[in-house]
């Protein structure tokens, strides 16, 4: 691997870490139990992660911690069925994936 594949592995490394840490975080804050607003914007920060887009998984984690009067309500029965447990088993098995040198764009289903 040559050095600035080495560098940039090392930023993207330390990227997804700064993102599962930002995640981590709005599910912790969120434990009582998250809100529409929120499963939605843990959902898409987990999606991004996934695709190796550290950078928008963290914008989106920050968005889930909006505070209540700047929201709108969601209210979809998908986005229900997104319950804290089923964002942290996501994000677990996002984790456990290497990290991208690049994102990957297109879809995403989760099969587990």
């Known amino acids: 691997m040559p050095v ?18 930002g995640i981590e975080a709005a ?3 969120t434990s009582s139990g998250p ?3 929120q499963r ?21 984690a920050d968005l889930a911690l ?5 929201r709108l309500p969601v209210t979809d029965p998908v986005i229900e069925s997104f319950t804290t447990q089923a964002l942290r088993q996501a994000l677990t098995e ?8 690049f994102p990957v764009l297109g879809p995403i289903v989760f099969t587990g």
């Open 4 to 21: 600035d594949d080495v560098e940039q592995l090392d930023q993207r490394t330390a990227e997804k870490a700064e993102a599962v840490a």
């Open 27 to 29: 599910l912790a804050a």
């Open 35 to 37: 809100d529409g607003w």
């Open 40 to 60: 939605l914007h843990l959902a898409q920060a987990i999606s991004w992660l996934w695709r190796g887009a550290y950078q928008a998984a963290l914008a989106n």
């Open 66 to 70: 909006t505070p209540a009067h700047e």
């Open 94 to 101: 996002v984790e456990a994936e290497p990290v991208r040198l």
